[in-house]
């Protein structure tokens, strides 16, 4: 059993770091909270959705397409709308990403209507039986396709040109900016990013998740709380975070209760808090 609740737990705890990721990257480098991360992920799930049922592409073969979808809508919304609303005051500035996600939630509700999906045809199926734990492979294809886009996403940010530039600007933009960096394009560029990666995370959510225009409100709670528990502003602890609230839920639902499994998840924050109040990589 125990086994088995950590690999559930690992499962739904790496959907939850991607989102969490998206987040930290938003907030570190443009000092705004993203309200918008679980709507994006949201429209990733239903590109899957669209791409199966008319072109009967798998979600693994779609998740590039939306990534790439995904980080084109981000950038033309940044330019439009996030760049614009940086000019005015704070309070404009945390609230520009919650009056989007509103926007982006009914948009879909109106486009396509509330009832719940599936993806009806995917390549891998089936289990795999160890005796003592048994992995369901649409469970496991979306594990690895999520440690596939957190690791990409770590390479490129700590090795690419681009990804150091994004890194100075989160450290400081003035200083960044008469380096030579184009700070305003870095900005564009990691809502973009964060963007794509909530898209690649939805198309990998479609193994196994139901796809409804509010199903993104169910991970950006629980992403905000991951990158508190991380650190705000900090990548890797944003994604150790979300593995561990992961495995906290099952957990607490596999041997005390699953009506009080979240109970599980805010105990673990508030202990981390408790010990490290900026969070596990905080500073």
């Known amino acids: 059993m125990l086994a088995q609740g950590l690999f559930e737990g690992l499962i739904n705890g790496s959907i939850l770091a991607l989102i969490a990721m998206g987040i930290a990257l938003v907030w570190g480098v443009m000092n705004i909270l993203s309200f918008s991360q679980g709507e994006f992920l949201m429209l990733g799930m239903f590109v899957s ?3 199966n049922k008319t072109l009967g592409l798998d979600p693994i073969i779609a998740m590039p397409i939306s990534a790439l979808i995904l980080f084109i809508l981000g950038w033309f919304i940044y330019k439009t709308i996030i760049a614009k609303a940086l000019k005015g005051p704070q309070l404009s500035q945390r609230l520009i990403t ?17 009832e719940f999906k599936t993806v009806s045809q995917v390549a891998i199926t089936g289990s795999i039986d160890l005796g003592w734990l048994i992995i369901p492979k649409q469970k496991l294809v979306p594990l690895i396709l999520s440690l596939i886009v957190a690791g990409s996403m770590f390479l490129f940010l700590t090795y690419t040109r681009t990804g150091k530039a994004v890194q100075a600007t989160s450290m400081d933009r003035q200083a960044a900016g008469l380096v030579g960096i184009d700070t305003d394009r870095t900005y564009a560029f990691a809502f973009a990013l964060a963007s794509a990666v909530a898209g690649a995370a939805g198309c990998a959510l479609t193994y196994y998740y139901y796809i409804y225009p509010s199903v993104g409100a169910n991970f950006q709670l629980w992403g905000f709380i991951a990158v508190a528990m991380g650190g705000f502003g900090s990548i890797t602890g944003a994604f150790l975070s979300g593995l561990i609230m992961g495995v906290a839920d099952t957990l607490t639902g596999l041997y005390v209760n699953t009506a009080i499994k979240y109970i599980g998840v805010c105990v673990a924050f508030l202990i981390t808090v408790t010990f490290k109040p900026k969070g596990i990589f905080g500073r």
Do not use: D, E, P
């Not at 009056?99 to 509330?114: C, E, P, R």
């Open 49 to 51: 959705y669209y791409m």
């Open 98 to 114: 919650f009056a989007l996600s509103m926007v982006l939630t009914n948009t879909v509700l109106m486009l396509f209507g509330a």
